[in-house]
């Protein structure tokens, strides 16, 4: 099964709140809000989405590179740890 299946429901969750905040920019376009407060709307989706890439690739480097339950040839954990640390910084 894959993390994504695993995860679906939170997953769609965060998707769900990532359209609500795309919904507020449109309505902030159309009511012709202040440019600052777009601007603030806008990198509130960024970080949301930079957010959701992170926790996938996170399940991800998990479940299909570092699971020795199922690879027990997989990969250094801690290697992987420092990896999804640096992936969690870049994406904020």
């Known amino acids: ?18 359209r609500g905040q795309f919904a507020a920019i449109e309505r902030a376009l159309n009511d012709e809000a202040a440019c600052d407060q777009v601007m603030h709307l806008i990198a509130g989706v960024r970080g949301a989405t930079a957010g959701l890439m992170a926790e996938v690739v996170e399940d991800h480097v998990r479940t299909h590179l570092v699971d020795t339950n199922k690879h027990p040839k997989a990969l250094n954990t801690e290697a992987a740890e420092q990896l999804l640390e640096v992936v969690r910084t870049y994406l904020k």
């Open 1 to 18: 099964m894959s993390h994504t299946i695993r995860e679906k429901q939170k997953l769609l969750a965060r998707v769900r709140r990532i």
